[in-house]
């Protein structure tokens, strides 16, 4: 009987050490890519860390790295290449071209533009017209003033009657704390926590102002070296982030919990809230998630030139491609 236990123990051990084996061979196979965040870990990117912690990269043969930006940020490193892909907007990758700068937009993350300036509710900002008198903090864009300024003209009030100060990473309620009287923020996540803190602001949304502001971020993005040598690798990138998102879309707080267990550090309420809020906006009116729109890559490049904020030429079309999104079947 003992022999007989003995010859068993050894075989589960063989079987043990071949699967192990095997395991190894099989992420051994897999291309090893990194993908850059533009900040920390945030509802904009669920999708990517669903894609990781599903599988959906592996299913595509990718062995991927989600990797914070540093000091460098993440458009500058992948457009030097030291990372594959990152989390980018259009802003960013339009002056990026016209610099010369080989960036691409390979996917839209949000649909549109959720994004514009709140202040506390007692402050009495209800219009750009408040903004006179106020104080603006902002992080030092070159296309922060000129969009202050286009909503004011629409208002006609006066920008040098606004104080622009640089605030630097400072967070939007530590801001509040600061005689700073309202900041640019994305509700998803800032306006969300407003809620959560049981604090009213008052929120002027940029495309309630102008179609031209209504422009993509964040992007998905990676250089035209990436495309040109590895294809298939970005079309199955691509295709993960996708499902990631897609899966998102359909199962927000399974997906919220993926992404707190991904960043633990979060709070939980938050995520799971500005994931529930994220859900239907995420591909929103796109026919599928991820697509993007050359008329929208020209009205806000038209925006940015009329309002001097970009210099030179700018093709629109090399700035971004729906190529590598999964071809969807026809219902």
């Given amino acids: 009987m003992k022999k007989w236990l003995f010859i068993l123990m050894v ?22 890519v990194s993908v850059v965040l533009d900040w920390t870990p945030n509802t904009n990117h669920t999708g990517l860390y669903v894609a990781k912690k599903l599988d959906y990269f592996e299913e595509q043969g990718l062995d991927v790295d989600i990797i914070m930006p540093g000091e460098a940020g993440a458009d500058q490193l992948v457009a030097s290449g030291k990372a594959d892909f990152g989390v980018s907007y259009q802003e960013g990758i339009t002056q990026a071209r016209v610099q010369n700068v080989p960036l691409v937009s390979i996917a839209a993350i949000i649909q549109h533009n959720t994004s514009g300036f709140a202040s506390i509710a007692s402050k009495g900002i209800t219009s750009p017209k408040d903004f006179e008198g106020k104080t603006y903090g902002g992080w030092g864009s070159p296309s922060e003033q000129a969009v202050l300024q286009s909503l004011m003209q629409k208002e006609k009030a006066d920008i040098n009657k606004l104080d622009i100060v640089n605030a630097g990473d400072l967070d939007f309620f530590t801001m509040m704390e600061k005689d700073i009287d309202f900041a640019w923020i994305y509700y998803a996540w800032t306006g969300i926590e407003a809620e959560l803190r049981g604090e009213k602001i008052n929120m002027l949304y940029l495309t309630e102002y102008s179609d031209q502001l209504d422009y993509y971020t964040p992007v998905l993005a990676t250089n035209e ?16 982030a ?14 919220a919990d993926i992404l707190i267990e991904a960043a633990p550090d979060l709070d939980k309420a938050l995520v799971h809230k500005s994931q529930e809020w994220l859900a239907d ?11 993007q729109k050359l008329s929208v890559w020209e009205n806000y490049a038209k925006w940015m030139s009329s309002n001097q904020v970009l210099e030179g030429e700018f093709d629109a079309k090399k700035a971004f491609t729906n ?9």
């Avoid at 906006?281 to 697509?291: F, M, S, V």
């Fill in 11 to 32: 075989a589960l051990l063989t079987l043990a050490g071949c699967s192990d084996k095997e395991d190894k061979q099989a992420v051994d196979k897999l291309k090893k």
């Fill in 225 to 240: 070296k990436m495309i040109q040598d590895n294809p298939d690798v970005v079309k199955a990138f691509v295709a993960a």
């Fill in 242 to 255: 996708a499902k990631g998102y897609e899966y998102a879309i359909e199962n927000p707080s399974e997906a």
């Fill in 281 to 291: 906006k995420y591909q929103d009116d796109a026919k599928q998630w991820g697509e």
């Fill in 323 to 331: 190529e590598f999104l999964p071809k969807k079947e026809a219902k």
